[in-house]
């Protein structure tokens, strides 16, 4: 990760998780961030050229990286722009649900899960740009922290017991997230994501204990 910008400011350092970044949500930035998320797709972060991405957007390179900083993190922005999303679906569901009226907390997990994983399918570009092994330095121990965020708040939920097996739990939970949105992603249509999703929450409620009582969520 690099300590400055371009211009010699610090660099801001990656959020604990993706909740503490800014959205971006300016009309110039959004469209830089739209056209590199497509390139990145498409070519890798090697690959995808700077230079391009700013005259397929309509702007100079020198204003995107007023907006971005550098690459890397024109990069990272593309990824946590996904994860916002990814927050914001699961505590839109979550809240969704209990104004329905439900309160258990297992249930409520399974609920917020199942969103998460949805939207694997809805962004399968977004999975397969951090799959094809063309990233920036550092990236996946920063992509693996905010996997790791996302399930520790989420599973608060459970109340599971502090200490060392249920650090433990999370970290084995964490891994098997990862691999079921990968799952999701390979699918080659909504209908078999849909079944891919349902066989992950039925593996994360053998797992972890609290939500094996709600089959139905």
């Not at 690459?71 to 922005?77: D, M, N, P, S």
């Not at 996946?140 to 249920?166: K, Y």
């Amino acid at each position: 990760m690099p300590t400055v910008r371009n211009d010699g400011t610090p660099a801001v350092p990656p959020p604990a998780y993706a909740g503490d970044a800014p959205p971006v949500v300016d009309g110039t930035a959004r469209t830089i961030l739209s056209v590199a998320r497509a390139a990145f797709a498409e070519r890798g972060f090697h690959r995808a050229s700077v230079a391009r991405i700013a005259e397929e957007a309509g702007v100079s390179v020198g204003l995107l990286y007023y907006h971005f900083a550098n690459k890397e993190g024109l990069y990272r922005a593309v990824w946590t722009d996904y994860q916002q999303r990814q927050w914001a679906d699961t505590r839109q569901a979550i809240e969704a649900a209990r104004q329905s009226g439900e309160d258990d907390g297992g249930a409520l997990f399974l609920v917020g899960t199942r969103a998460y994983l949805s939207h694997c399918w809805q962004a399968r570009d977004i999975v397969h740009m951090a799959l094809n092994g063309d990233l920036p330095p550092g990236f996946s121990a920063e992509d693996r922290a905010l996997s790791r965020s996302w399930l520790r708040v989420h599973a608060e939920l459970l109340e599971l017991p502090e200490g060392t097996a249920t650090q433990v739990l999370v970290e084995m939970a964490s891994a098997a997230m990862g691999g079921a949105c990968r799952a999701v992603a390979a699918c080659a249509t909504e209908a078999e994501a849909a079944v891919v999703v349902d066989a992950a929450l039925a593996v994360l409620r053998r797992m972890l204990p609290g939500i094996a009582e709600n089959p139905t969520a």
